[in-house]
């Protein structure tokens, strides 16, 4: 078991999702059930699977946790384009929250290859 709150890649992912929170907050309302609440949930998902890993029993576990943490990476990046491509996010703050993520997804990454499995 691991103190998943001591780990970069949880800390820097509830960041992330607190930034995607506030970003959503200026969605139009008619987002509010679509778009905004699949961006929101992607990134909350994140540090939840990263946390549920780390509190299980053994390296194969929190490996597969991790693999679901990668998943609801790429599924955020991906609503995030499709966010900036219909204009609900400007450049400055799709590059922002993108190069988080891209951080956020190799430190994953590695940490799934030091795991003994």
Known sequence: MHNFKQLKVWQ????LAVDTYLLTK??????KYSLTQQINRSA????S???????RNNSKEFNNFLGIAA???CELETQLIIAHRI???????????????????KMIFKLQQ???I
């Open 12 to 15: 820097k992912s509830v960041d």
């Open 26 to 31: 200026n969605f139009p309302p008619e987002e």
């Open 44 to 47: 909350v998902s994140i540090p």
């Open 49 to 55: 699977n990263i946390a549920e890993g780390a509190g």
């Open 71 to 73: 998943g609801s990476s």
């Open 87 to 105: 204009g609900m996010i400007n450049s400055n703050d799709s590059e922002s929250i993108i190069s988080q993520l891209s951080e956020i997804q």
């Open 114 to 116: 030091s795991l003994p």
